[in-house]
Protein backbone atom coordinates (compact mmCIF):
# COMPACT_ATOMS: atom_id res chain seq x y z
CA UNK A 1 0.00 0.00 0.00
CA UNK A 2 1.56 2.81 -1.16
CA UNK A 3 0.02 5.94 0.00
CA UNK A 4 2.23 8.77 1.51
CA UNK A 5 -0.28 11.09 3.40
CA UNK A 6 0.52 14.47 3.07
CA UNK A 7 2.42 14.50 -0.13
CA UNK A 8 0.37 17.24 -1.72
CA UNK A 9 0.75 19.78 1.49
CA UNK A 10 4.61 19.33 0.87
CA UNK A 11 4.19 19.95 -2.40
CA UNK A 12 2.80 23.19 -2.73
CA UNK A 13 5.85 24.48 0.60
CA UNK A 14 8.49 23.44 -1.58
CA UNK A 15 7.27 24.57 -5.02
CA UNK A 16 6.25 27.93 -2.78
CA UNK A 17 10.10 28.47 -1.45
CA UNK A 18 11.77 28.05 -4.82
CA UNK A 19 9.34 30.44 -6.50
CA UNK A 20 11.36 33.65 -6.92
CA UNK A 21 8.32 35.53 -8.08
CA UNK A 22 6.53 34.66 -5.32
CA UNK A 23 9.84 35.41 -2.60
CA UNK A 24 9.90 38.88 -4.39
CA UNK A 25 6.31 39.68 -3.55
CA UNK A 26 7.02 38.50 0.25
CA UNK A 27 10.05 40.37 0.61
CA UNK A 28 8.39 43.63 -0.53
CA UNK A 29 5.33 42.73 2.03
CA UNK A 30 7.81 42.58 4.96
CA UNK A 31 9.57 45.67 4.14
CA UNK A 32 6.37 47.85 3.03
CA UNK A 33 5.39 50.83 5.29
CA UNK A 34 2.78 50.72 7.85
CA UNK A 35 0.02 50.39 6.69
CA UNK A 36 -2.52 53.97 7.30
CA UNK A 37 -4.68 53.68 9.94
CA UNK A 38 -7.78 55.15 10.83
CA UNK A 39 -8.29 58.05 13.38
CA UNK A 40 -5.91 60.81 15.15
CA UNK A 41 -2.45 60.89 13.91
CA UNK A 42 0.38 64.51 14.50
CA UNK A 43 1.28 66.02 11.76
CA UNK A 44 4.18 65.66 10.64
CA UNK A 45 6.87 68.23 12.36
CA UNK A 46 8.38 69.90 9.13
CA UNK A 47 4.94 71.18 8.59
CA UNK A 48 3.94 71.74 11.77
CA UNK A 49 7.16 74.01 11.72
CA UNK A 50 6.91 75.07 8.40
CA UNK A 51 3.09 76.92 9.11
CA UNK A 52 4.29 78.41 12.28
CA UNK A 53 7.28 80.12 10.19
CA UNK A 54 4.44 81.22 7.67
CA UNK A 55 2.36 82.79 10.53
CA UNK A 56 5.28 84.50 12.44
CA UNK A 57 6.82 86.09 9.35
CA UNK A 58 2.98 86.82 8.27
CA UNK A 59 2.78 88.83 11.98
CA UNK A 60 5.68 90.46 11.19
CA UNK A 61 4.90 91.82 8.00
CA UNK A 62 1.32 92.92 8.76
CA UNK A 63 3.17 94.69 11.56
CA UNK A 64 5.71 96.64 8.99
CA UNK A 65 3.12 97.49 6.89
CA UNK A 66 0.49 98.62 8.86
CA UNK A 67 -0.19 101.72 7.24
CA UNK A 68 -0.40 104.01 9.59
CA UNK A 69 -2.87 102.27 11.73
CA UNK A 70 -2.96 104.09 15.05
CA UNK A 71 -3.52 101.73 18.06
CA UNK A 72 -5.40 104.77 19.70
CA UNK A 73 -8.64 103.90 17.89
CA UNK A 74 -9.16 100.67 19.82
CA UNK A 75 -8.86 102.34 23.23
CA UNK A 76 -11.97 103.02 24.74
CA UNK A 77 -10.66 106.16 26.68
CA UNK A 78 -10.35 108.40 23.54
CA UNK A 79 -13.38 110.28 22.43
CA UNK A 80 -12.86 110.67 18.64
CA UNK A 81 -14.76 113.79 18.67
CA UNK A 82 -12.53 115.32 21.03
CA UNK A 83 -9.36 115.55 19.43
CA UNK A 84 -5.97 113.80 19.97
CA UNK A 85 -4.65 112.59 23.10
CA UNK A 86 -1.63 115.39 23.23
CA UNK A 87 -3.97 118.55 23.68
CA UNK A 88 -5.16 117.50 27.10
CA UNK A 89 -1.54 117.01 28.66
CA UNK A 90 -0.44 119.66 31.55
CA UNK A 91 3.03 120.69 31.35
CA UNK A 92 4.03 118.68 34.08
CA UNK A 93 2.97 115.77 31.52
CA UNK A 94 4.98 117.02 28.47
CA UNK A 95 7.60 117.66 30.81
CA UNK A 96 7.28 113.48 32.06
CA UNK A 97 7.41 112.28 28.69
CA UNK A 98 10.05 114.35 27.62
CA UNK A 99 12.19 113.30 30.43
CA UNK A 100 11.41 109.12 28.99
CA UNK A 101 12.37 110.08 25.55
CA UNK A 102 15.81 111.89 27.28
CA UNK A 103 16.38 109.04 29.05
CA UNK A 104 15.89 106.91 26.11
CA UNK A 105 18.20 108.60 23.58
CA UNK A 106 20.19 112.17 24.67
CA UNK A 107 21.16 110.63 27.99
CA UNK A 108 23.96 108.35 26.03
CA UNK A 109 25.14 111.78 24.93
CA UNK A 110 24.58 114.30 27.13
CA UNK A 111 24.21 112.33 30.35
CA UNK A 112 22.18 111.73 33.21
CA UNK A 113 23.77 114.73 34.33
CA UNK A 114 22.96 117.33 31.61
CA UNK A 115 27.26 117.76 31.66
CA UNK A 116 27.94 116.12 28.21
CA UNK A 117 31.32 114.42 28.66
CA UNK A 118 34.53 116.96 28.48
CA UNK A 119 35.70 117.10 24.32
CA UNK A 120 32.93 114.93 23.14
CA UNK A 121 29.07 116.07 24.35
CA UNK A 122 28.86 119.34 25.27
CA UNK A 123 26.13 120.55 27.97
CA UNK A 124 22.57 120.84 28.22
CA UNK A 125 22.12 121.92 31.75
CA UNK A 126 22.68 125.93 31.75
CA UNK A 127 23.36 126.06 27.55
CA UNK A 128 22.44 129.60 26.65
CA UNK A 129 21.31 127.10 23.23
CA UNK A 130 18.81 125.40 25.47
CA UNK A 131 17.68 128.15 27.35
CA UNK A 132 17.57 131.14 25.01
CA UNK A 133 14.91 131.57 21.83
CA UNK A 134 13.05 128.04 21.13
CA UNK A 135 14.06 128.20 17.19
CA UNK A 136 17.27 127.72 16.99
CA UNK A 137 17.15 125.19 19.69
CA UNK A 138 14.07 123.34 17.48
CA UNK A 139 16.30 123.24 14.88
CA UNK A 140 19.34 121.85 16.45
CA UNK A 141 17.00 118.91 17.22
CA UNK A 142 15.28 118.36 14.21
CA UNK A 143 18.21 118.73 11.65
CA UNK A 144 21.35 117.97 14.19
CA UNK A 145 24.42 120.09 14.82
CA UNK A 146 27.67 119.79 13.24
CA UNK A 147 31.17 121.85 13.56
CA UNK A 148 32.37 123.42 16.97
CA UNK A 149 30.14 125.39 18.90
CA UNK A 150 30.48 127.91 21.91
CA UNK A 151 28.19 126.60 24.74
CA UNK A 152 27.66 129.44 27.33
CA UNK A 153 30.75 131.14 26.34
CA UNK A 154 33.16 127.98 26.07
CA UNK A 155 34.29 126.96 23.10
CA UNK A 156 33.48 123.29 22.66
CA UNK A 157 34.72 120.68 19.62
CA UNK A 158 34.59 117.47 19.03
CA UNK A 159 34.53 115.13 15.82
CA UNK A 160 30.82 113.94 16.95
CA UNK A 161 27.92 115.47 15.66
CA UNK A 162 24.44 115.94 17.02
CA UNK A 163 21.72 113.73 15.35
CA UNK A 164 18.90 114.80 13.47
CA UNK A 165 15.59 113.40 15.36
CA UNK A 166 13.27 114.17 12.43
CA UNK A 167 13.03 111.69 9.62
CA UNK A 168 15.48 112.47 7.07
CA UNK A 169 15.63 109.82 4.69
CA UNK A 170 19.20 108.61 3.76
CA UNK A 171 20.96 109.89 7.18
CA UNK A 172 23.03 107.73 9.49
CA UNK A 173 20.11 108.38 12.20
CA UNK A 174 16.89 107.43 12.25
CA UNK A 175 15.01 108.49 14.85
CA UNK A 176 12.11 109.54 12.80
CA UNK A 177 10.82 111.93 15.86
CA UNK A 178 7.39 113.31 14.85
CA UNK A 179 7.23 117.29 16.13
CA UNK A 180 4.93 116.14 19.04
CA UNK A 181 7.81 113.90 20.53
CA UNK A 182 10.16 116.58 20.32
CA UNK A 183 8.56 119.61 21.69
CA UNK A 184 8.07 117.29 24.93
CA UNK A 185 12.26 116.26 24.88
CA UNK A 186 13.22 120.08 24.83
CA UNK A 187 10.32 120.92 27.26
CA UNK A 188 11.98 118.38 29.57
CA UNK A 189 15.73 120.07 29.34
CA UNK A 190 14.37 123.50 29.46
CA UNK A 191 13.01 122.65 32.92
CA UNK A 192 15.77 119.78 34.41
CA UNK A 193 19.27 120.93 36.44
CA UNK A 194 17.92 124.22 36.84
CA UNK A 195 17.68 125.04 33.48
CA UNK A 196 14.43 127.65 33.81
CA UNK A 197 13.20 128.29 30.01
CA UNK A 198 9.17 128.02 29.19
CA UNK A 199 7.87 124.87 27.48
CA UNK A 200 7.83 124.36 23.68
CA UNK A 201 5.05 123.43 22.35
CA UNK A 202 4.62 120.81 19.51
CA UNK A 203 2.62 123.42 17.44
CA UNK A 204 6.13 125.92 18.08
CA UNK A 205 7.95 122.86 16.48
CA UNK A 206 5.57 122.20 13.63
CA UNK A 207 5.83 125.66 12.48
CA UNK A 208 9.81 125.84 12.77
CA UNK A 209 10.05 122.61 10.80
CA UNK A 210 7.26 123.50 7.92
CA UNK A 211 9.79 126.47 7.40
CA UNK A 212 11.36 126.46 4.17
CA UNK A 213 14.92 125.88 4.27
CA UNK A 214 13.57 123.44 7.24
CA UNK A 215 10.99 121.27 5.37
CA UNK A 216 13.73 120.31 2.79
CA UNK A 217 16.75 119.97 5.51
CA UNK A 218 19.36 117.01 4.77
CA UNK A 219 22.06 117.77 6.23
CA UNK A 220 23.11 119.12 10.36
CA UNK A 221 23.27 123.29 10.98
CA UNK A 222 26.27 124.98 11.50
CA UNK A 223 26.44 127.17 14.71
CA UNK A 224 26.79 130.30 12.02
CA UNK A 225 23.67 129.35 9.67
CA UNK A 226 22.03 129.14 13.43
CA UNK A 227 23.31 132.02 14.70
CA UNK A 228 22.01 134.08 11.76
CA UNK A 229 18.54 133.35 12.76
CA UNK A 230 16.91 136.17 15.15
CA UNK A 231 15.84 135.14 18.37
CA UNK A 232 12.55 136.32 18.33
CA UNK A 233 11.51 136.53 21.75
CA UNK A 234 14.60 138.67 23.59
CA UNK A 235 16.51 137.01 26.62
CA UNK A 236 14.63 138.59 29.37
CA UNK A 237 10.87 136.47 28.12
CA UNK A 238 12.71 133.35 29.25
CA UNK A 239 12.77 135.09 32.88
CA UNK A 240 8.90 134.97 33.14
CA UNK A 241 7.61 131.04 31.66
CA UNK A 242 4.51 130.73 33.85
CA UNK A 243 3.48 133.94 31.04
CA UNK A 244 4.00 131.74 28.15
CA UNK A 245 3.50 128.48 29.40
CA UNK A 246 -0.59 129.38 30.06
CA UNK A 247 -1.32 130.12 26.26
CA UNK A 248 1.32 127.64 25.17
CA UNK A 249 -0.53 124.60 27.61
CA UNK A 250 -4.16 125.65 26.30
C1 LIG B 1 24.99 110.63 19.56
C2 LIG B 1 25.21 111.61 20.59
C3 LIG B 1 24.12 112.64 20.82
C4 LIG B 1 22.79 112.42 21.09
C5 LIG B 1 22.06 111.08 21.17
C6 LIG B 1 22.22 113.71 21.30
N1 LIG B 1 23.15 114.68 21.14
FE1 LIG B 1 22.88 116.69 21.36
N2 LIG B 1 24.76 117.02 20.75
C7 LIG B 1 25.70 116.07 20.47
C8 LIG B 1 26.92 116.69 20.04
C9 LIG B 1 28.20 115.98 19.64
C10 LIG B 1 26.70 118.07 20.05
C11 LIG B 1 27.67 119.16 19.65
C12 LIG B 1 27.69 119.27 18.13
C13 LIG B 1 28.73 120.25 17.65
O1 LIG B 1 29.82 120.23 18.19
O2 LIG B 1 28.44 120.97 16.68
C14 LIG B 1 25.32 118.25 20.54
C15 LIG B 1 24.73 119.48 20.72
C16 LIG B 1 23.48 119.68 21.28
C17 LIG B 1 22.91 120.97 21.59
C18 LIG B 1 23.54 122.34 21.38
C19 LIG B 1 24.74 122.54 22.27
C20 LIG B 1 24.41 122.57 23.74
O3 LIG B 1 25.16 121.94 24.50
O4 LIG B 1 23.43 123.19 24.16
C21 LIG B 1 21.67 120.72 22.11
C22 LIG B 1 20.67 121.75 22.61
C23 LIG B 1 21.48 119.29 22.10
N3 LIG B 1 22.59 118.67 21.60
C24 LIG B 1 20.33 118.66 22.55
C25 LIG B 1 20.10 117.28 22.44
C26 LIG B 1 18.85 116.62 22.77
C27 LIG B 1 17.63 117.33 23.33
C28 LIG B 1 19.00 115.31 22.48
C29 LIG B 1 17.97 114.19 22.57
C30 LIG B 1 16.74 114.43 21.86
C31 LIG B 1 20.36 115.12 22.01
N4 LIG B 1 20.99 116.33 22.00
C32 LIG B 1 20.89 113.90 21.64
C33 LIG B 1 25.53 114.71 20.58
C34 LIG B 1 24.33 114.07 20.84
Known amino acids: MSAPPNNSAAHVEQSGASDESLQAVHAALLHHNPEPREGYSLLPLGVLGFMSTMIFVCCIYFVHNRGGFNPLVTDGRLNPSSGPVETKLTDAQIVKKGQSLFNQTCIQCHQATGLGVAGAYPPLAGSDWVNGGEERLI?????????????????????NKMPNFSAIPGTEFAYNWNDDKISYVLSYVRQEWGNKAPIVTGDAVKAIHALPGVADRKTPWTQAELLAIPVAPPAPAAATPPAAAVPAGK
Do not use: E
Open 139 to 159: RIVLDGLKDPVTVSGAQFSSS
